[in-house]
């Protein structure tokens, strides 16, 4: 099958070329793409090279021709003759780039058969959805404690709305930019705190709030981060969802060592295989039936020639692009 991808060529350099999609394994499955999500954090991280793992000659993944996208909706249209668990027609959540169609191998990749009558289109959000998470499963908000998540983006957004639906008796929802703020009230997100422009402990003060006890840094910015740690309330906790690209300085006598806080790492790579398994059933659940928001999140739906537009976008409009989706000429839900 004779299909196209979007490709970053070098720094910068966004371009779509073709290549042949061909079933050879037989655990492989041939999938027709019906929409793809953008990770704008993990993309323009490799889009504009700032990814240190491209300072590391024995990383083989952050190199040039880079192939972006990992979080796709599709239709099985031919399986090897070792598949038994899928067949042509099945509509699958996979590990899939942005591509029309494409080759998985079932025993390399993960894939999630989309239940019958569930609308497929928030589980392009489903690896998302894992990435937040992963903040309340290091980070659990026990009944009635308070949670701040700084970054209104996809992956802010939706950890939100985790800690939310997971018993905290606050949850805060922190951005700069009003239409995020928008988004994150139609999701469900009543506590909206617009930091512009100030420290987020003058914001919280504002609202009554003296400090929270979870701080979820969402962005992966340094001078968010350290708002984060200030806005912590003695014996709280610091979450790190967001991946920081760069060094940084901490205080770390009055932000951490006297507040005796906790200071937690959340990337995804620190669930393991297990706990993934443990976990999707319940996130299946939740974009099965709306109990986690997505269609709120949707900005722009695109197609592949639209991809320069899309990366200048998300680096260039963060006050326009949040949910980017491209749907290679299918009539999605508005």
């Not at 050879?24 to 993990?42: H, I, K, N, Q, Y």
């Not at 192939?67 to 509509?91: I, N, Q």
Request: net charge neutral.
């Amino acid at each position: 099958m004779r299909a196209e991808r979007i490709v970053f060529k070098d720094k910068m350099q966004c371009d779509v070329d073709s290549y042949d999609a061909v079933v050879r394994d037989p655990m492989d499955v041939l999938v027709e793409t019906v929409c793809s999500l953008v990770s704008a954090g993990t993309e323009l991280a490799m889009y504009t090279k700032i990814h240190p793992h491209f300072s590391d000659p024995a990383n083989t993944w952050a190199k040039y021709p880079f192939f972006p996208g990992y979080s796709s909706v599709g239709v099985v249209r031919e399986t090897g003759s070792g598949v038994t668990d899928l067949a042509a027609g099945d509509m699958i959540y996979f590990w899939g780039k942005h591509a029309t169609y494409q080759v998985v191998n079932t025993k390399s990749s993960r894939m999630i058969k989309i239940p019958a009558n569930a609308a497929y289109e928030p589980f392009v959000f489903y690896h998302m959805a894992e990435i937040a998470l992963t903040a309340s499963w290091q980070v659990p908000a026990a009944f009635g404690k308070s949670v701040l998540v700084a970054g209104m983006g996809v992956i802010g957004n939706l950890a939100a709305q985790i800690y939310m639906l997971s018993g905290a008796s606050q949850v805060y929802a922190c951005d700069i930019v009003p239409r995020r703020l928008e988004q994150a009230k139609a999701c469900g997100l009543v506590n909206g705190v617009n930091t512009a422009g100030r420290p987020f402990t003058d914001a919280l003060k504002e609202i009554g709030v003296s400090g929270v006890d979870i701080a979820v840094e969402a962005i992966g910015a340094n001078p968010v981060i350290r708002e984060c740690l200030k806005a912590v309330r003695k014996n709280g906790s610091a979450v790190l969802l967001g991946s920081p690209r760069t060094p940084m300085e901490v205080d770390m006598y009055s932000d951490i060592h006297c507040k005796g806080l906790h200071l937690v790492g959340a990337h995804e790579a620190s669930l393991t295989p297990d706990e993934k398994r443990r976990v999707e059933p319940y996130l299946i659940t939740l974009l099965a039936n709306d109990l986690l928001r997505t269609g709120p999140l949707i900005t722009h739906r695109c197609e592949l020639t639209d991809a320069p537009a899309v990366y200048d976008g998300l680096l260039n409009k963060k006050d326009e692009f949040t949910g980017v989706l491209f749907t290679y000429g299918k009539k999605l839900a508005a």
